[in-house]
């Protein structure tokens, strides 16, 4: 298993950027699938980009373009580049790891995009 801390989120202005990163404990970082996805009150978790091991990426449509996923696996972090920001990008973001039946997340990060 892994632990996941988030860090990196807060208010930026709309067409702005930021970088959210997740530190991850445990064994095995390299092996996990890791992913950052979004929820705001009242709507389901969503998904917002994922990193196999292998390093294939997946975005979701509304991110594509924007937003960049990557990790380093010595370091043991995946990181989320925010760029182009929109005020519907505002939500809490979570950081996942994925492997087999095991499926881990953070506490959270709030990114609020406003004027």
């Known amino acids: 298993q892994v632990q996941l801390v988030e860090s990196g989120g807060g208010l930026v202005q709309p067409g702005g950027s930021l970088r959210l990163s997740c530190a991850a404990s445990?064994?095995?970082?390299?092996?996990?699938?890791m992913g950052w996805y979004r929820q705001t009150p009242g709507k389901q978790r969503e998904l917002v980009a994922t990193i196999a091991s292998g390093g294939s990426r997946n975005y979701a449509d509304s991110v594509k373009g924007r937003f960049t996923i990557s990790r380093d696996n010595a370091k043991k972090t995946v990181s989320l580049q925010m760029t182009s920001l929109k005020p519907e990008d505002t939500a809490v973001y979570y950081c996942n790891a994925n492997r087999g039946f095991y499926t881990g997340w953070g506490q959270g990060t709030q990114v609020t995009v406003s004027s």
């Open positions: 445990g064994s095995f970082f390299s092996t996990y699938a």
